[in-house]
């Protein structure tokens, strides 16, 4: 009999809940105990944090978005900030303190549930002695290794709803809609969604984007008669003189700055160069919500009882992967070197060219 902990990290994805649900009901089958870390690393500080899950607790919750345990993308155990008494910030690592509690509450391993800045502190305490599992989130896409994160799908599914609704209020005012989707370092949800929703545009942080490549391709739509437009941006794209675009820094203990206002910016830039009506939309973390596409619900339980069958093979330190379709062992520290980045050469690239989106490098000619 075993004994595991499981715990979620980062920005929640929809899909979360379902990862927990297989592992609940995998190691229950097994004779396992399985036990819920709330908010991140919460449960091995605080043991009113730690829950016992049961399969009643998890009863269909594979089908709701967010995570039943509450996640966090602050306060990187080993570089935790607090407030001492002074009022004073002060950043101390706990990771000692949760490597004692881990092996006081007599776990056998930690099912770590995250993207790259998770999965980075569950391989440092892979590093310390921690058994770690590694399932790979984010609706960014971006996580090297596995072809695909779950929460993805869903993301895109529901970017691609709101470019539908936007085309036609979009022609009835004759306007250019200017929309910003997620993606911090990878343009995945803006070119799949762009692809899908019919844009014009779309501004990837792969390819570094001109505003003037942009602005002639809506005036080339005017001279094809057709007088409105939508470009789709990722929150990460850059221009080519290296403009960013973020809204500083995010609240204590978040390493990363809070992204946004591309969108805001490409539409006045828009405005000014072709005086046409352009709006801008944020879709922001509607992307995060609602309840998992079928492909990510089925990919969040296999990513789940997968990671069941690698903690029986003592797979540690390791990450369960979807790689050709099939599941795949592989080690954290190769999924966290760098970002998976959309592969310029890719069909889906060619595709976007082919059929006449411009990715704010050129406008495609005849
Ligand atoms: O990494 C996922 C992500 O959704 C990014 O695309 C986005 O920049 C970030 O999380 C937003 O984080 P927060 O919820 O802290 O604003």
């Known amino acids: 009999m075993k004994k595991i902990v499981i715990s979620t990290g980062g920005g929640d994805a929809p899909g979360l809940n379902a990862v927990i649900y297989a592992v609940v009901h995998t190691c229950y089958k097994k004779g396992w105990e399985v036990f819920g870390s709330r908010n991140g690393y919460g449960g091995f500080l605080d043991i009113d944090e730690m829950v016992r899950l049961y399969p009643r607790d998890v009863e269909g919750i594979y089908s709701a978005g967010g995570t039943i345990l509450g996640s966090t993308n602050k306060g990187n ?7 001492n008494l002074a009022g004073e910030v002060q950043i101390v690592d706990v990771s000692d303190k949760i490597m004692q509690n881990f092996n006081r509450m007599g776990f056998d391993c930690h099912i770590a549930v995250g993207g790259d800045g998770s999965l980075e502190i569950a391989h440092k305490f892979a590093e310390k002695g921690m058994p770690v599992v590694g399932v790979p989130k984010t609706i960014d896409n971006d996580l090297k290794i596995t072809d695909r994160t779950f929460g993805f799908d869903t993301a895109v599914s529901t970017a691609t709803e709101a470019l539908d609704k936007l085309h036609s209020t979009a022609k009835s005012h004759r306007r250019v809609m200017v929309v910003e989707v997620m993606g911090r370092e990878s343009g995945w949800i803006a ?5 899908s929703g019919g844009a014009d545009v779309i501004l990837l ?8 490549a942009v602005c002639e391709k809506i005036a080339d739509n005017e001279l094809r008669d057709k007088h409105y437009s939508i470009v789709v941006v990722a929150e990460g794209a850059t221009t080519i003189d290296g403009l960013r675009f973020n809204k500083g820094k995010g609240e204590l203990g978040r390493a990363e700055m809070i992204l946004g206002g591309v969108g805001e910016w490409v539409a006045s830039e828009i405005r000014k160069r072709t005086e046409k009506d352009t709006r801008a939309l944020v879709l922001g973390h509607l992307q995060r919500g609602g309840s998992p596409t079928t492909f990510d619900r089925l990919l969040a ?3 789940g009882a997968a990671a069941v069958r690698l903690v029986e093979e003592k797979m540690f330190d390791h990450m369960i992967a979807l790689v050709d379709s099939k599941m795949e062992a592989v080690p954290i520290a190769e999924a966290i070197k760098g970002r998976k980045k959309v592969d310029l050469e890719s069909d889906k690239i060619t595709t976007a060219r082919g059929i006449g989106i411009c990715l704010g490098d050129e406008v495609p000619q005849d």
């Open 77 to 83: 155990p080993f570089a935790c900030p607090v407030k």
């Open 301 to 303: 339980l296999r990513f």
């Open 191 to 195: 070119l799949y969604s762009g692809i």
């Open 205 to 212: 942080p792969e390819i570094p984007f001109d505003i003037e």
